[in-house]
């Protein structure tokens, strides 16, 4: 039999509820898309945004210690390619990630106040800046 996960919540009303799953529950499905035009081929996969579980499990594994947001599509995927020409790229959301070093001014293309203002923010991107800048300050420390 598979094991049962069982929680109590809080709902309004000062009232608790007890909230129970079968384990492990199905993801929900990928949706793929693939379209084609002038020779160019686009591929894409689109899933559900991970869950802590997932970033602990699937994602620190691939991406080593960074800190994540706390919205990631992990399981995204856009592959645009030329074949006669043989070119192909893909881009992943752990990929960028790994990349991403937001402590280094080099990685902006212009000074960033000038674009700042412009880029969307979930709700706790201030926090995981945060994060994501005390753990490039430990990455940073000398062992002797």
């Known amino acids: 039999a598979a094991p049962v996960m069982s929680r109590r919540i809080q709902v309004s009303g ?23 035009c002038h020779g160019w ?6 899933g559900v945004m991970w869950t802590h579980g997932d970033l602990d499990s ?4 691939h991406t080593g210690e960074i800190s994540f947001p706390d919205a990631v599509f992990g399981d995204n995927r856009l592959t645009i390619r030329h074949p006669s020409r043989g070119f192909s790229i893909t881009f992943e959301p752990l990929e960028a990630l790994k990349g991403c070093k937001l402590t280094d001014p080099s990685c902006f293309c212009a000074p960033k106040r000038d674009f700042e203002p ?4 979930v709700s706790y991107a201030d926090q995981w800046l945060k994060r994501s800048q005390a753990v490039e300050e430990w990455a940073e420390v000398k062992k002797p």
């Open 118 to 121: 412009s880029i969307p923010k």
């Open 14 to 36: 000062g009232e608790s509820i007890e909230v129970r799953a079968t384990m492990p529950l199905s993801p929900p499905p990928v949706k793929v898309s693939r379209h084609s």
């Open 41 to 46: 081929e686009f591929d894409s996969r689109k």
């Open 58 to 61: 699937r994602g620190r594994a």
